[in-house]
């Protein structure tokens, strides 16, 4: 399943959920708020400029949350087994 990004304007975080395409997030997942919205995933890897940035620093920067999500996944199915 895709992985979405959605952005609270009540408690002003973001948190990431999977889910199918048709799929829609009612509540966030950190304070129960209905006053949520995705967020484009592009757009939260763009938070550095690239004047900031080195060469290869984003797509590091996206193989390691990667990583990062597929072992939470990991660990999610094996808690379901």
């Known amino acids: 399943m895709p992985v979405y990004i959605y952005g609270c304007s009540d408690c002003s975080e973001e ?5 199918g395409m048709r799929e829609k997030w009612d509540t966030c997942n950190l304070c129960n708020s209905t006053n ?7 757009l939260t ?3 550095t400029t690239a004047k900031e940035a080195k060469v290869g620093d984003l797509t590091n920067e996206f193989i390691e949350n990667a990583k990062k999500d597929l072992r939470q996944q990991k660990k999610g ?3 379901k087994r």
């Open 45 to 47: 890897k763009l938070k």
């Open 77 to 79: 199915l094996d808690k």
């Open 15 to 19: 948190f990431k959920v999977n889910h």
């Open 36 to 42: 949520i919205a995705r967020i484009p995933s592009l």
